[in-house]
């Protein structure tokens, strides 16, 4: 909870580099990154990246990456933790699209919070301070290259450095960026889980993975059926036809607060019934309450619905604490952008 006060009243630093690059490189990359995920690769300009969807023929997701376009045919998926390099290989296993899918040697950190476009003007120049989010540019500070995008996984202003070779600078330029930020009361600290649930941001794995569809999980509107191909499209098609019979909503509930990551799903109960569990929760400072993400039956989803969730006893000694479904997110991001005004409200 300490992190949760350097994250949104100073600048954090992370160690991002579990997020791999996958390079897809060649004449046909765009096509070939326009059939494996479900809205338009050409929305993405060169020089901007973009949040995307990966599914299979299922529908299930596969993996929300931001996809970067750093040059004209040349893509990166900054992954969270899975194979889709191996997949995205075995996709093209026949060359039908011109194109060579690599794991490259570029390794991210986020710097995160208020004080971060001063910190990253410091180190790389005033462009940064005139960038908008998704924006990206290329940079090079003492020898060492990299990508920097507008983005985050917390909705606090903030940034991405991708390092190139990382392998040989990582510690140039970790080191550069622990310097400059003495001044701006920098802190190393891991992922800010609080504060992205605040935001109503997804953890693959955690919130959705390839057993939730798009349509459940507030993603629907990534979701383009006007595109000649794509994987899973007929069966996303036929999902959005017969509409879902569950999705993830937002939940503010009772208990102690809660101050570490779950270990496992939550029960949500309605009149004693098991109908739906929490994906991920944490006490939530500015709310003063316990908030949560949980997949409910569409007819328990709505704003409003009053239910009841079992904590572990380390947050309540009763069988179950009341719990109230709540729109998302439940604090809303920096003036400056994220997008998740419109995408956060929507699970």
Request: glycine letters at 8%; a negative charge.
């Amino acid at each position: 909870m300490e992190e949760y006060k350097y994250l949104t009243e100073h600048v954090t630093m992370w160690n991002v580099a579990v997020e791999r690059q996958i390079q897809v490189k060649g004449k046909d990359a765009t096509k070939f990154v326009d059939y494996v995920i479900t809205r338009r690769a050409e929305l993405c300009k060169v020089e901007k990246c973009k949040y995307v969807i990966l599914c299979n023929s299922a529908g299930g997701i596969l993996n929300d990456p931001i996809l970067l376009r750093p040059y004209e045919n040349e893509w990166w998926f900054s992954l969270a933790d899975s194979d889709i390099g191996m997949y995205l290989q075995g996709v093209n296993h026949d060359g039908r699209w011109d194109c060579e899918i690599n794991e490259i040697d570029v390794a991210p950190v986020q710097i995160q919070g208020p004080k971060a476009p001063a910190l990253m003007k410091d180190v790389f120049g005033e462009r940064i301070t005139e960038m908008k989010y998704y924006d990206m540019i290329h940079a090079e500070v003492d020898g060492w290259k990299c990508v920097i995008s507008a983005s985050g996984f917390s909705t606090e202003l903030g940034y991405e450095i991708y390092l190139m070779d990382a392998t040989q600078n990582a510690e140039k330029m970790w080191n550069t960026m622990l310097e400059a930020g003495k001044k701006h009361n920098l802190k190393v600290i891991a992922p800010g889980h609080h504060r992205r649930i605040e935001a109503g941001l997804l953890s693959y794995g955690q919130d959705i993975d390839i057993e939730v569809n798009p349509f459940e999980c507030g993603q629907g509107w990534q979701v383009d059926l006007t595109k000649e191909a794509f994987i899973g499209k007929e069966k996303l098609g036929e999902i959005k036809k017969q509409g879902v019979t569950h999705k993830l909503a937002g939940l503010r509930m009772g208990g102690d607060p809660i101050t570490w990551y779950q270990s496992d799903f939550y029960h949500v109960f309605d009149k004693g019934e098991l109908v739906g569990y929490v994906t991920s929760a944490w006490f939530s400072p500015t709310q003063e309450s316990n908030i949560a993400l949980a997949m409910l039956p569409v007819d328990l989803a709505s704003t409003g619905t009053q239910l009841e969730v079992a904590l572990p006893k380390l947050y309540s000694s009763a069988p179950t604490v009341p719990a109230t479904v709540e729109k998302t997110p439940f604090k809303q991001p920096a003036s400056e952008g994220t997008g998740l005004r419109s995408t956060g409200s929507k699970l």
